[in-house]
């Protein structure tokens, strides 16, 4: 095995060599430190590279460690404190603030083993499904690098799918684990609502949570067992499972029940066919393991829910913008970041309290009643994207009018939001691959607090397809 294999190895596997001492530690991160210095000026998927920390951590490792991920390198997204280095939000306004304490997914993975190698790209305040933050600039997809990674984890997509770590770290508040795994061609797990404690900033969080980009549902769903769980003074949390993950992940689901449809939530939003026709796919081979599936036609789009769910995400980043400018030690002004994030907090300050609240109830009994209509299955089968992934470019953050662009990047990603909102766990799987040689995902949303079972049906479709060996062309 060339060392350049070792990234594309799954993280579980990895962490058994470094046990047993086929491999060191030591040996691992810096395979993955020299991928980041030979393949990352192209892609540019890192904020940035803690080499000496990383090499550091890895000699502190040896084998027979117990932890279940020890000496495995991973990169964190750059929304998320990491003690000692840069916390920038992808915004001017935090681009020379360091942290000062890890944030709780980042100490889980420490103390689970995972050697922290550096910070990843994401777009400013995580707005867009596109990674091109004015501070970083793009980041490209190791399968075309003229297309977006997606976003807003794009950096972690890029990182693991050319190979520079075998898993990173991200979050999802309307698509930003799914929709840079659909790009990137990986598993990206939104978990349910309060499985991952957003702590210590936050108490609860009613549409962001985060996650992990892996190649295999295996490492998703073992990782998972180390992020999950309740942290001292969580408002919320969701019920432990009844088994680790990890077991649910191998273990047969069983028949399922799953309804399939390509109706977007959102009215008027075209789909492209290739997106389309990836779900009667999938439901063909769903049906050859011996699920029922069903063509349902959800009754999901409702007028007015676009704005509806941009009011309650906007007022969301309008309270980041709003806290990087206390970190700044100043206020916040128009030269302090993009014209679309300017634009997004301007429009949220001109809403009353009252308005927010209702936004926020008003989604809530959307997202009631599509998790009552659901209640009848065990599984939703929707495309993970309405178009394959972009050209660099195609959302500007300062076109003439920025709102135009926060509008257009909802009709690359209509099959996303919606389930923040729902808070049931979706995963994006990595079924096929286009003509156009890209990735080809779809997307399954399970029953609230329903990781379980969805990562036993995304196991049982891995084992059918086998999708982890391939790479992309960029990744040697």
Sequence with gaps: MTDSALMFR?????????????????????????????????????????????????????????RPFAGVPVAIKNNRPVRGMRLTDGCSLMEHHIAKYDHNVTRRLRDAGFVIVGTTTLPEYGILPTSEARVFGPTRNPWDRERTAGGSSGGAAAAVASGMVPVAHGNDGGGSLRIPAACCGLVGLKPARGRISPAPELGDSSLGIDGMLTRTVGDTAAILDVLAGYEPGDATWAPPPAEPFAASAERAPGPMRIAATTLPPTPDTPVDPVCVAAVPAAADLLRSLGHEVLDVDPQWQADGLDELFGVVFASQIALSIAYSAKLAGREAGP????PMSWAIYSMVRTLGAIEVLAANIQLQAYARRLVAFLSGYDALLTPALAERPLPLGTLDTAAPDPMSTY???????????????????????PLFEGEDGLPLGVQLVGRPAGESRLLSLAAELERAVGWAGRRPPTSS
């Design 10 to 66: 799954p993280a579980i596997e990895l962490a058994a060599m470094v046990r047993s001492g086929e491999i060191s530690s030591r040996e691992l991160v810096q395979v993955s430190l020299s991928r980041i210095a030979e393949l990352d000026p192209g892609i540019n998927a890192f904020v940035d590279v803690d080499a000496e920390g990383a090499l550091a951590a890895a000699g502190r490792v040896g084998p027979g460690d117990p």
């Design 335 to 338: 030269d302090d970041m993009e």
């Design 407 to 429: 509008t257009r990047s909802g009709l690359f990603t209509p099959f996303t939001p919606v389930i923040n909102a729902s808070g049931q766990p979706a995963v994006s799987l």
